[in-house]
Nanobody, 118 residues
Framework: QVQLVESGGGLVQVGGSLRLSCAAS????????MGWYRQAPGKQRELVAA??????NYADSVKGRFSISRDNAKNTVYLQMNSLKPEDTAVYYC?????????????WGQGTQVTVSS
């Protein structure tokens, strides 16, 4: 059984930084892709950033401020968020696409709140 555990959210002032982590555990054979989404109150969940074995992809709103990275040995994905703005306030969810001994898995983390105060 695959489990995802997120950490790193919190309250930060405008212009500050936070680093989110999401660790996948279980009998993982191969990770295809990992990513971060966010959902603000009253809005749809949106892609923030994603990473595969060779590529990264960012939402236009975070390009140049956020950086996604991955530790393959730990099956962990990180999101470094710099120059945070009030509009970055949301619940952030990690998303993974992988193969485990039990088969294909595509799932979400529990979510972590990021609040940027002005």
């Amino acid at each position: 059984q695959v489990q995802l555990v997120e950490s790193g959210g919190g309250l930060v002032q405008v212009g500050g930084s936070l680093r989110l982590s999401c660790a996948a555990s279980g009998s993982i054979v191969r990770v295809n892709a990992m990513g971060w989404y966010r959902q603000a109150p009253g809005k749809q969940r949106e892609l923030v950033a994603a990473i595969t074995s060779g590529n990264t992809n960012y939402a236009d709103s975070v390009k140049g401020r956020f950086s996604i990275s991955r530790d393959n040995a730990k099956n962990t994905v990180y999101l470094q968020m710099n120059s945070l703005k009030p509009e970055d306030t949301a619940v952030y969810y990690c998303n993974v696409d992988l193969w485990a001994n039990s088969g294909y898995y595509h799932g979400w983390g529990q979510g972590t709140q990021v609040t940027v105060s002005s």
